[in-house]
């Protein structure tokens, strides 16, 4: 009864609506944001001591500080959505992507929003941390700015497209980092290799991710690296990144990355094997969730604020468009 009430009733379809600016924002980009986040405060844990040292399991402290800085860099990437959104509406209705922006709201107002959701986010992080709101801002430059401007037209390079999104993961986690660690040994050799897999795994999941959106990219001349390289060998160098992070991950003694490289690793053979279109979304998909799974066991206040925007966005877009988004189901 309270399922049928839940998916069918038509009350539903008169409030969706009024969560339309909140989705704007893009919430679910958050399960990559916050997950870096606690990643590089899970790292933490190792430096200044030497690898292979036991980590905390189940660390249930929270305070203010930690609060402030998941709400400031999910502000700061939805500022940044919203750029892309504005940017991104030709490829976007190519791809058959559903889009509020000129269907909800104009240009002129997202444009707007943007830029006071950007300031409140900057504020926010400096509040936690000068250093962490520095990161900020290059996070912003890079991939706000640096990547959408269309002079420098650094999305439609696949080089430099590329680089901005790997940019965005080592802010994130550096971000994390500064935030349990302060500046100890930022600049360390082995401070990068901790950081290695986790980078490598975040880039493989960035290529495959543009590879369902090659048709409308080409169509608005964006020239991803899995345009440039061609769905095959992007699939391919997903694989060996991957087979690298875990190499990496096992040399350096890091359980948690080795058990999250190593439950991925087949989705990402099984794309690069044989290359349908499920096998990708699964190489997008379950990896994201993989991390996410094994980082709550590490820091379970995640999964909180996880469930709450997974479900909560399952409802809005099913009521809304009659999608079933987000999902883990990939269908044949």
């Given at each position: 009864?309270?399922k049928?009430?839940l998916?069918n009733?038509?009350?539903?379809s008169k409030?969706?609506p009024?969560?339309d600016?909140?989705?704007l924002?893009?919430?679910?980009g958050?399960f990559?944001?916050?997950?870096m986040?606690?990643?590089?405060m899970y790292?933490?844990?190792?430096?200044?001591?030497q690898?292979g040292?036991?980590?905390?399991?189940?660390i249930?402290?929270?305070?203010?500080?930690t609060?402030?800085?998941f709400?400031?860099?999910a502000l700061?990437?939805?500022?940044?959505?919203?750029?892309?959104q504005?940017?991104?509406?030709?490829?976007d209705?190519?791809?058959?992507k559903?889009?509020?922006?000129?269907?909800?709201?104009?240009?002129q107002?997202v444009?707007k929003?943007r830029v006071?959701?950007g300031i409140i986010s900057?504020?926010?992080?400096?509040?936690?941390n000068?250093?962490?709101?520095?990161l900020?801002v290059?996070?912003?430059?890079?991939?706000?700015?640096?990547y959408?401007?269309d002079?420098?037209?650094?999305?439609r390079h696949?080089l430099k497209?590329?680089?901005?999104?790997?940019i965005?993961?080592?802010?994130l986690?550096?971000?994390g980092y500064?935030?349990?660690?302060?500046?100890?040994q930022?600049f360390d050799?082995?401070?990068?290799l901790?950081?290695?897999?986790y980078i490598?795994?975040f880039?493989?999941?960035?290529?495959?991710?543009d590879?369902?959106?090659?048709a409308g990219d080409?169509?608005d001349?964006?020239?991803?690296?899995?345009?440039?390289?061609?769905?095959?060998?992007?699939t391919?160098?997903?694989?060996?990144?991957?087979?690298l992070?875990?190499?990496?991950?096992?040399k350096?003694e890091?359980?948690l990355?080795?058990?999250?490289?190593i439950?991925?690793l087949?989705f990402f053979?099984y794309?690069?094997a044989?290359g349908?279109?499920?096998?990708i979304?699964r190489a997008i998909?379950y990896p994201?969730?993989?991390?996410?799974?094994f980082?709550m066991t590490?820091f379970?206040?995640?999964?909180?604020?996880?469930f709450?925007?997974?479900?909560?966005?399952?409802y809005?877009y099913?009521h809304?468009?009659s999608?079933?988004y987000p999902t883990?189901?990939?269908?044949d």
């Amino acid at each position: 009864m309270i399922k049928n009430f839940l998916k069918n009733h038509k009350i539903h379809s008169k409030i969706v609506p009024f969560l339309d600016l909140f989705f704007l924002l893009r919430p679910v980009g958050n399960f990559a944001i916050w997950v870096m986040l606690c990643i590089g405060m899970y790292i933490s844990q190792f430096v200044p001591h030497q690898f292979g040292k036991e980590s905390e399991l189940f660390i249930t402290s929270f305070n203010l500080s930690t609060t402030l800085l998941f709400f400031g860099y999910a502000l700061l990437m939805s500022s940044i959505s919203m750029i892309n959104q504005i940017k991104d509406k030709k490829s976007d209705k190519i791809n058959k992507k559903l889009f509020l922006v000129n269907d909800r709201f104009d240009d002129q107002f997202v444009d707007k929003l943007r830029v006071i959701i950007g300031i409140i986010s900057i504020l926010i992080l400096s509040y936690v941390n000068v250093f962490i709101m520095i990161l900020g801002v290059l996070l912003y430059l890079f991939y706000g700015y640096l990547y959408n401007q269309d002079t420098l037209r650094f999305k439609r390079h696949p080089l430099k497209g590329l680089f901005c999104k790997i940019i965005v993961g080592i802010i994130l986690i550096y971000s994390g980092y500064i935030h349990s660690n302060g500046l100890a040994q930022i600049f360390d050799l082995k401070l990068f290799l901790l950081f290695a897999p986790y980078i490598l795994l975040f880039t493989s999941v960035s290529i495959m991710i543009d590879i369902p959106d090659y048709a409308g990219d080409q169509e608005d001349n964006v020239i991803t690296f899995a345009a440039f390289s061609g769905r095959k060998t992007a699939t391919y160098i997903c694989f060996i990144i991957n087979l690298l992070a875990l190499i990496i991950s096992l040399k350096i003694e890091d359980p948690l990355s080795s058990i999250i490289i190593i439950t991925s690793l087949p989705f990402f053979m099984y794309a690069a094997a044989r290359g349908l279109k499920k096998d990708i979304l699964r190489a997008i998909r379950y990896p994201i969730s993989i991390i996410n799974l094994f980082t709550m066991t590490i820091f379970p206040h995640l999964f909180l604020p996880v469930f709450i925007i997974f479900y909560l966005s399952k409802y809005y877009y099913w009521h809304r468009f009659s999608l079933h988004y987000p999902t883990l189901l990939v269908n044949d």
